[in-house]
């Protein structure tokens, strides 16, 4: 017997999956563009300065994502066989295939982080003098924390750790894939969320809606550096104001709308309270991401897929819906309904 073929489909696997805006598209078929490997593109110009003033930092380096973004800003502030410190469940050690290890030859160190923030406590204490030890050569923070919820790390708590790092004499770099989110949820520039950060790695292609990018920033000498190991990785592209066009529009103009975003992934994690068999955690709900615990989060996903709702298993017992540009309130309707027909279905079948 074949599966029910849904009558629609709501996408909630992540918020990668949104397509690029009318406007995004009229501005990447118009772009003034150039070799950017010679330094050519005033596209790809433009948006490395904006990146770089909204983030106030020196400059910006336009790279095709943001696992490029971070792994090479790891090569780029360290020396091969140190150890980097980061927040248990962060994306540059659970979802990057090794890649600090492998191409830049470095350790990670996780510390504790519930609900995605560390302790500055912990941070301190896993510090290595490197006399016995492969010393620190890096410390890293993730916000929003992916895995944890896309949970904001507070303000005072990066002022903290980079207080750590200073004190260590090592560099602090944020994983800022959805630094904007950040922002927008504590109500304050984006400045303000990178400004303890030597570097911050932003990504384009999340909520903003950007086909494809990430910028990383910081400052001249860094990014000298930065730029170095991106074109050892590959990431050395030629008329590429076609993307950064977008990427432009995403900066400008779809920031203000990730508030929608969180608001609807708030109405669902409400809406799921009290669903036999699923449990969500709203403290862990503050940007656009509803992490739903259950008892087999990779038998459910067919489940949920069969009513209609497309999603990720982070984990065996954790199932991710984020919220985006393409989902709107009947949608997000839809979503929380299917959870419910889902989790009915699981447990007559039990
Ligand atoms: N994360 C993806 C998956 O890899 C899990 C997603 O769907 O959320 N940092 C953070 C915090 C991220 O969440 C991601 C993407 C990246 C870096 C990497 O970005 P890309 O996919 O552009 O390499």
């Known amino acids: ?13 992540s918020d990668t999956v949104t397509r690029p805006t009318p406007a995004m598209r009229r501005a990447m078929a118009e772009a003034e563009v150039g070799d950017d490997v010679y330094g050519e593109d005033p596209t790809v110009a433009r948006l490395e300065a904006a990146v770089a003033q909204l983030t106030g930092k020196e400059a910006g380096l336009f790279v095709p994502t943001g696992t490029m973004g971070n792994q090479i800003a790891l090569a780029a502030h360290t020396r091969r066989g140190v150890e980097v410190i980061a927040p248990v469940g962060a994306h540059i050690y659970e979802y990057e295939l090794g890649s600090m290890a492998n191409l830049a030859g470095l350790m990670p160190r996780l510390v504790p982080a519930a609900g995605g923030v560390p302790d500055p406590a912990d941070v301190r204490a896993a510090v290595s003098p490197g006399r016995h030890q492969a010393p620190t050569g890096l410390i890293v923070l993730e916000n929003t924390h ?14 903290a ?84 066009a977008a990427g432009l529009i995403a900066v400008h103009d779809m920031v203000e ?9 708030r109405w669902l994690a409400e809406a ?8 969500v955690d709203l403290h862990t709900v503050q940007t656009n991401m509803v992490y739903l615990t259950v008892a087999d989060a990779r038998g459910f996903v067919p489940l949920l897929e069969r009513e209609g709702l497309l999603c990720n298993a982070m984990g065996t017992t954790a199932i991710r819906l984020v919220t985006h540009l393409d989902v709107d309130d009947d949608d997000v ?17 039990a």
């Open 161 to 244: 750790v980079a207080e750590v790092a200073r004190d260590a004499g090592v560099p602090l770099h944020l994983d800022g894939a959805r630094a904007w989110n950040a922002a927008v949820a504590l109500g304050v520039p984006l400045a303000e969320v990178c400004a303890p950060f030597d570097s911050v790695s932003l990504c384009l292609s999340k909520g903003l809606a950007a086909p494809i990018g990430s910028v990383l920033v910081g400052d001249e000498t860094f990014l000298a550096e930065a730029h170095r190991y991106r074109k050892m990785y590959g990431g050395g592209m030629r008329q590429v104001g076609v993307l950064a």
């Open 146 to 159: 992916n895995k944890a919820g896309g949970t904001v790390v507070p303000l005072d708590v990066a002022r």
């Open 1 to 13: 017997m074949t599966a029910p073929v849904p009558a629609r489909t709501v996408d909630l696997r």
């Open 333 to 349: 309707a839809f979503a929380a309904e299917a959870v419910r027909r889902a989790a009915a279905v699981r447990l007559t079948a």
């Open 257 to 265: 709308r990730l508030a929608d975003d969180h608001r609807r992934a």
């Open 272 to 279: 799921l309270q009290g669903v036999d068999g699923i449990a």
